[in-house]
Nanobody
Framework: QVQLVESGGDSVQNGGSLTLSCVGP????????VGWFRQAPGKEREGVAA???????TTANSVKGRFTISLDNAKNTLYLHLNSLKPEDTAMYYC????????????????????WGQGTQVTVSS
């Protein structure tokens, strides 16, 4: 069974930076989409960024210019680099993978992803 393990979450000050990691299975399939999502208490799960086997990335408007997604196939690790963090970025962050297709227009749609990690908490204080 595919397992994803996130790490790197922490408590930081407004304007701080973090790098989240997600270690997964080998990302050498012909087509796949891997992404980061977040969920704050009382809110719906939100797509943050995703990347597929072609290296094409999609980033949510709410974090564009501040967050960057990257994938290291040699280490089977997905990263999310978070800069200029704001209190509204506080949430549990999850990684997810879809091995059935590339990202495309549904890259940030959480319902397409069937495999999820347990999450890592990011807290930003003002």
């Amino acid at each position: 069974q595919v397992q994803l393990v996130e790490s790197g979450g922490d408590s930081v000050q407004n304007g701080g930076s973090l790098t989240l990691s997600c270690v997964g299975p080998t990302f050498t399939y012909d087509s796949y989409c891997v992404g980061w999502f977040r969920q704050a208490p009382g809110k719906e799960r939100e797509g943050v960024a995703a990347i597929d086997n072609r290296g094409i990335a999609t980033t949510a408007n709410s974090v564009k210019g501040r967050f960057t997604i990257s994938l290291d196939n040699a280490k089977n690790t997905l990263y999310l680099h978070l800069n200029s963090l704001k209190p509204e970025d506080t949430a549990m962050y999850y990684c997810a993978v879809d091995f059935s297709a590339r990202c495309g227009g549904s890259a940030l749609r959480h319902s397409r992803f069937s495999t999820w990690g347990q999450g890592t908490q990011v807290t930003v204080s003002s």
